[in-house]
């Protein structure tokens, strides 16, 4: 990945992360990561765990930016959840998994995608 493509995405996380606190929502962890992958956001308001998969874009050219969370990274991202309630020991009544689209500065939110 080069240093431009880096920086986009950690702008996007930083941008979305802002919303999430905006309304009422902790960061529990920003880029938690694992021998398995990397989880981009992880957040708490009340008892619900959100873990939050950020696709940033400057264009839609090769379609919107949520598109990219495909069945297989779904799959990957839910394994990555379990891992880190059993490693850091967050519970939560309900989990959540959301995907938040960046696209030229503008953030979208997608609550309980999968």
């Known amino acids: 990945?080069?240093?431009a493509r880096q920086k986009l995405g950690a702008h996007g996380e930083r941008l979305a992360a802002r919303r999430y606190e905006a309304?009422?929502?902790?960061?529990?962890a920003r880029n938690w990561r694992c021998g398995d992958g990397e989880l981009d956001l992880v957040l708490r308001r009340n008892d619900v765990l959100v873990f939050a998969e950020v696709k940033t874009r400057t264009s839609d050219r090769f379609g919107h930016p949520a598109e990219a969370v495909t069945?297989?990274?779904q799959r990957r991202i839910r394994g990555l959840a379990q891992r880190f309630c059993a490693e850091t020991g967050n519970?939560?009544?309900v989990l959540r998994f959301d995907v938040v689209s960046v696209l030229r500065g503008q953030v979208e939110r997608y609550e309980g995608c999968f």
Do not use: F
């Open 23 to 28: 309304d009422g929502y902790e960061v529990v």
């Open 91 to 93: 519970r939560a009544r």
């Open 1 to 3: 990945m080069t240093v």
């Open 71 to 73: 069945v297989t990274k």
